[in-house]
């Protein structure tokens, strides 16, 4: 039985991105669960829809980079993460 896309926990995400098994749905599940959080906060400060999904790219790419690297062991929850890093790439 496949595990509905709500019920995926960050240690399955990880798993994915370290195994670059199910990658693909990986990123899709990523969007789906965190892209309107992180572009409200790109259009609270003065971005537009096109900077949101550039910056939510960019985001994604960063932490994919940073688990593969094995910059990030899970101390602290993806939407947490998420959120400064794309906090850091829209300051910068």
């Not at 195994?19 to 537009?48: M, R, W």
């Not at 994919?64 to 602290?76: A, C, L, M, Q």
Request: overall charge negative; aromatic content about 10%.
């Amino acid at each position: 039985m496949r595990k509905a896309e709500h019920s995926v926990s960050d240690q399955d995400i990880l798993e994915n991105i370290r195994s670059g098994k199910n990658l693909e749905p990986t990123v899709h599940l990523l969007y789906k669960n965190y892209f309107d959080s992180l572009a409200a906060y790109i259009k609270s400060n003065q971005g537009n829809d096109q900077d949101a999904e550039d910056f939510f790219q960019e985001c994604i790419v960063v932490f994919i980079d940073t688990v593969n690297n094995g910059k990030f062991r899970g101390d602290s929850k993806i939407t947490t993460f998420l959120h400064a890093v794309i906090r850091n790439l829209w300051l910068n």
